[in-house]
Nanobody, 120 residues
Framework: QVQLVESGGGLVQFGGSLSLSCAVSGSFFRVDGMGWYRQAPGKQRELVASISRSGSTVYADSVRGRFTISRDNAKNTVYLQTNSLKPEDSALYSC??????????????WGQGTQVTVSS
């Protein structure tokens, strides 16, 4: 069993900041890729940012320069620091991780999501 526990969402004013975190626990060999996705009502889910185990990052164009993804491999936790938030950043933010259970046994897991709402 693998559990993902997300925290840090909430209501913030335009230009504000929020720090999201997602902790992975359970029985597994290693956590490989980690990332954050978001989905606003009526829109498709989109990648916000991802980070490899070695620390390579990818950002959506809409958040580059405002959001920072990081991870702590010892704690199996991924973070998303969101700054200069805009109303269009409002969405349900979900953590996604690729967990290795052994050689050629990698599985995808999703968190339940944490709501981010930015007021104008």
């Amino acid at each position: 069993q693998v559990q993902l526990v997300e925290s840090g969402g909430g209501l913030v004013q335009f230009g504000g900041s929020l720090s999201l975190s997602c902790a992975v626990s359970g029985s597994f060999f290693r956590v490989d890729g980690m990332g954050w996705y978001r989905q606003a009502p009526g829109k498709q889910r989109e990648l916000v940012a991802s980070i490899s185990r070695s620390g390579s990052t990818v950002y959506a164009d809409s958040v580059r320069g405002r959001f920072t993804i990081s991870r702590d491999n010892a704690k199996n936790t991924v973070y998303l620091q969101t700054n200069s938030l805009k109303p269009e950043d409002s969405a349900l933010y979900s953590c996604n991780v690729q967990v290795s259970h052994g050689p050629d046994q990698t599985r995808d897991y999703w968190g339940q999501g944490t709501q981010v709402t930015v007021s104008s």
